[in-house]
């Protein structure tokens, strides 16, 4: 059983900054192809950002040059740096990976872009 949790979600003004996290029990992020995703109000969810376990990396168009995800391997962790933030940014973020044929994901992080 993997269990993904996020963090680092809130309220920010346009053009600001976030960093979310995504933790999971052992080792499991260091190795493993990592994804977030997000599900804005109305729509379905869709993919921001993954990273291969080779370190192989793919944005969404709406977020390159703006987004940043990274592994941090000493807190077991994949991070995304979100700057430039814009309203449309505003969604649950969701941090995903697959292990064993499983798919698995965290419980979210409400991200709001507002002025």
């Known amino acids: 059983q993997v269990q993904l949790v996020e963090s680092g979600g809130g309220l920010v003004q346009p053009g600001g900054s976030l960093r979310l996290s995504c933790v999971a029990s052992g080792s499991i992020l260091r190795f493993n192809a990592v994804a977030w995703y997000r599900e804005a109000p109305g729509k379905q969810r869709a993919l921001v950002v993954g990273i291969s376990n080779s370190g192989r990396i793919n944005y969404a168009d709406s977020v390159k040059g703006r987004f940043t995800i990274s592994r941090d391997n000493a807190k077991n962790a994949v991070e995304l740096q979100m700057n430039s933030l814009k309203p449309e940014d505003t969604a649950v973020y969701y941090c995903?990976?697959?292990?064993?044929?499983?798919?698995?994901w965290g419980q979210g992080t409400q991200v709001t872009v507002s002025s």
């Open positions: 995903n990976t697959i292990v064993g044929g499983f798919n698995y």
